[in-house]
């Protein structure tokens, strides 16, 4: 399980990493869903099967594809000119060594309490019951808010013409 970990955790790592350093802008989303599958991976190694399936399904699936739709409206002539670097790199690199740094000592400082509870063996019926009868009322409000914000982004994204 530790090999399995470590293998995950680079490969998630690095596709952020590439993510992040590609000047392809394309190429960055799609080093994003691989980002994003690799955090659910991690979800499934700690058996939250709901975690990782809105990981997928939201993350993977639902953001990333906002965001390539997103880029290939808007692109600028050439694709490899869409994504143009700050001059500011070396600031952002050095903010984010601090932020890494800070974590870093943070985690290695922590008392992590160990729990010797068994995980629950079904947790996405426990979660459907509730916010299908309990919490009914705020999941439609969210899905209403949703449907509201994806129309207004195609609103905006939407050309006007000019009626000369």
């Known amino acids: 399980m530790n090999v399995m970990f470590w293998i995950l955790a680079v490969i998630t790592l690095g596709s952020a990493l590439l993510m992040v ?16 599958i690799g955090v659910a991976s991690m979800y499934v190694m700690l058996q939250a099967d709901f ?4 990981q ?3 993350y993977a699936g639902a953001i990333a594809i906002f965001i390539i739709f997103g880029v290939m409206l808007t ?9 143009l670097f700050s001059g500011n790199v070396e600031f952002a690199g050095l903010i984010s060594l601090a ?3 800070i974590n870093a000592i943070m985690v290695t400082r922590t008392d992590w309490p ?3 509870a068994t995980p629950p063996e079904e947790t996405v019926s426990t979660i459907a019951e509730l916010m299908l009868t309990k919490f009914v009322v705020p999941f439609e409000v969210a899905a209403i808010l949703l449907l509201v914000a ?9 050309e006007v013409k000019k009626t000369s």
């Open 56 to 58: 997928i399904l939201v």
């Open 150 to 158: 994806l129309l207004g982004a195609v609103i905006i994204a939407k």
């Open 21 to 36: 350093l590609n000047k392809n802008i394309f190429h960055s989303a799609l080093f994003m869903v691989v980002t994003f």
């Open 114 to 116: 160990l729990s010797t």
């Open 51 to 54: 975690m990782a399936a809105v």
């Open 99 to 101: 932020f890494v740094v």
């Open 75 to 83: 692109v600028r002539g050439n694709m490899k000119q869409t994504n």
